[in-house]
């Protein structure tokens, strides 16, 4: 499976913008999908969580109520829109899917990544 993520940039703070991660190499809806981001000098951390048909969906205490995330499996690929970004979103953000269904924050459970996408908020 090949993870391909774009769409991040520099943007002011209440600002928008929409990561796209397609996928290639085996049938999209067959795994359920994550975004995670890592700032400089910090962890790793889950975002959203979106499983194969879309049905559930989970995002983070932090981004809830600014992010959604999507997917189109007609298209092979998932979303994550951000609304009202703070510089705090400041991350690489990367695009995640793994075979297993359930939601899972933990990054070890996922199986493959896209390369990052980098995101900036400027204050």
């Known amino acids: 499976v090949q993870l391909q993520a774009s769409g991040g940039g520099l943007v002011q703070a209440g600002g928008s913008l929409r990561l796209s991660c397609a996928a290639s190499g085996r049938t999209f809806s067959s795994y359920a999908m994550g975004w995670f981001r890592q700032a400089p000098g910090k962890e790793r951390e889950f975002v959203a969580y979106?499983?194969?048909?879309?049905?559930?969906?989970y995002c983070a205490d932090s981004v809830k109520g600014r992010f959604t995330i999507s997917r189109d499996n007609a298209k092979n690929t998932v979303y994550l829109q951000m609304n009202s970004l703070k510089p705090e979103d400041t991350a690489v953000y990367y695009c995640?899917?793994?075979?297993?269904?359930?939601?899972?924050?933990?990054?070890?459970?996922?199986?493959?990544w896209g390369q990052g996408t980098q995101v900036t908020v400027s204050s």
């Open positions: 995640a899917g793994k075979f297993a269904n359930n939601l899972s924050r933990d990054y070890v459970s996922y199986d493959w």
């Open positions: 979106i499983s194969r048909r879309g049905v559930n969906i």
